[in-house]
């Protein structure tokens, strides 16, 4: 069974820039497609973006395109969420989340997800 830990987060200002990672345990991490998620207070879940399973293809919802950028390092089980030009609007808990399906991520659905991370914190102040 694949665990996920999320970690990066922290209090930043506007403008700047965090690197979160999700690093995997278990030996199949690199068959899942992955993706992040993100969760403000007050709202609900909402996808950001996504990483094929051998790092071919990325997507990104339009709120975050041109400035967030996932990457991954099988040979590390791990996967990187970096964020450039930070607003106040991203501050939220971010999950990373295995799939057996990019596809579905990119659709947005979670529905194929199997393993979610435990969430890391960003906080970006004006």
């Known amino acids: 069974q694949v665990q996920l830990v999320e970690s990066g987060g922290g209090l930043v200002q506007a403008g700047d820039s965090l690197r979160l990672s999700c690093v995997a345990s278990g030996r199949t991490f690199m068959r899942y497609a992955v993706g992040w998620f993100r969760q403000a207070p007050g709202k609900e879940r909402e996808f950001v973006g996504a990483?094929?399973?051998?790092?071919?293809?990325?997507y990104y919802v339009d709120s975050v395109k041109g400035r967030f950028t996932i990457s991954r390092e099988n040979a590390k089980n791990a996967v990187y969420l970096q964020m450039d030009s930070l607003k106040p609007e991203d501050t939220a808990v971010y999950y990373c989340a295995a799939s057996g399906s990019y596809t579905q991520l990119v659709a947005g659905s979670s529905r194929t997800v199997e393993v979610w991370g435990q969430g890391t914190l960003v906080t970006v102040s004006p």
């Open positions: 990483i094929k399973w051998n790092g071919g293809l990325t």
